[in-house]
Each structure stands twice: as structure tokens, then as C-alpha cells.
């Protein structure tokens, strides 16, 4: 399994941005799927993340009402639109996918099985 994640770029405070991470391998609809994020100076913390069908999510309280996390299954992608980006947004983000699906029961720390490389996301002020 491989994730590849895009869509970063230099973003304006208040803007927004949708990532993707495409994920090649026959195992995508059985796994949990996560975003996480690492600031300068900073340990990678969890974003949010989706169970293998869409149906549920849980995020970060940090990012709640401003980022949204979706999959597509057919096309195994994953994306997080985010919305009114502001420079505390400005990271490394990277996808990751996980078998056991704790990051949707609060375990954000739950270790992945897989990990993509990062995309950076950079807004000004």
C-alpha cells in the first residue's frame, strides 16, 4: 500500500484548500483512513480521520467546523477541504491509513500501518 498526498500550496489567511491522498493497493475500502499534521517546530499531531465507508469521522477538536474529511472509495482517494485557513494551520499534512480504526474512537496517538509523505500547506497572514 502507498499513499500519495497533493494539493498543498501557499494560501492567504482565510482561504481555503482541499488536499487528496491517492492510495494504490487492493486494501483501501477496509481501512481507516487519517490526516495528520506537523508544524515547524512541532510533533506530528492527528487532523481527522474516516472509517472505511464514509460514515464516520472524528477530528481533532482544533480543526472541528473547519475541516472536512471525505473518501471516495471507487477512486481510493481521500481528501480534507479546509476551510478559513490561518497561519496556526501552516504544516506538513499527511494522509495515513489504519486497520484497526482508532483514531475514530479519540485515539489519535493509535499508531498507522501506512504513511504517506507530506504535503505542505503554508498560509500567510
Request: charge should be positive; include cysteine; charged fraction near 15%.
Amino acid at each position: 500500500v502507498q499513499l500519495q498526498a497533493s494539493g498543498g500550496g501557499l494560501v492567504q489567511a482565510g482561504g481555503s484548500l482541499r488536499l487528496s491522498c491517492a492510495l494504490s493497493g487492493r486494501t483501501f475500502s477496509s481501512l481507516a483512513m487519517g490526516w495528520f499534521r506537523q508544524a515547524p517546530g512541532k510533533e506530528r499531531e492527528f487532523v481527522a480521520a474516516i472509517n472505511w465507508n464514509g460514515g464516520i469521522t472524528h477530528y481533532a477538536d482544533s480543526v472541528k467546523g473547519r475541516f472536512i474529511i471525505s473518501r471516495d472509495n471507487a477512486k481510493k482517494m481521500v481528501y480534507l477541504q479546509i476551510y478559513s485557513l490561518s497561519p496556526e494551520d501552516t504544516a506538513v499534512y499527511y494522509c495515513a491509513a489504519q486497520r484497526s480504526g482508532g483514531w475514530l474512537n479519540g485515539r489519535g496517538t493509535s499508531p498507522a500501518d501506512y504513511w504517506g509523505q507530506g504535503t505542505l500547506v503554508t498560509v500567510s497572514s
